[in-house]
């Protein structure tokens, strides 16, 4: 069945780089878009970054554009978000999700999530 593994979060200080990864299987993951949300303590978990089945298209929260990058492997059956210029409001537990299209606002699969924590 579908399982996705996030790894990569940690603490680190306003203006540092992280990049978050997911490992995928059990679905056809090159056919699926794939998607990056996150949750703040308090606030619903929304949309951060999307990206096509292929990889060639992809879009972004208001909020990151600029700062985050969303690519994808689909030998390695991985989904990464680079994500630079990082600041405190970016703290948040972010999640890899299976999406049916890359305008999708939720999903049915997730993963556990992995903290991400920035420090002023």
């Known amino acids: 069945q579908v399982q996705l593994v996030e790894s990569g979060g940690g603490v680190v200080q306003t203006g540092d780089s992280l990049r978050v990864s997911c490992a995928a299987s059990g679905f056809s993951f090159r056919s699926s878009p794939m998607g990056w949300f996150r949750q703040a303590p308090g606030k619903e978990r929304m949309a951060v970054a999307r990206i096509s089945a292929s990889g060639m298209r992809s879009n972004y929260a208001d909020s990151v554009k600029g700062r985050f990058t969303i690519s994808r492997d689909n030998d390695k059956n991985t989904v990464s978000l680079q994500m630079n210029s990082l600041r405190p409001e970016d703290t948040a537990i972010y999640y890899c999700?299976?999406?049916?299209?890359?305008?999708?606002?939720?999903?049915?699969?997730w993963g556990q999530g992995t903290q991400v924590t920035v420090s002023s």
């Open positions: 999700a299976v999406l049916r299209t890359i305008y999708s606002e939720s999903a049915n699969d």
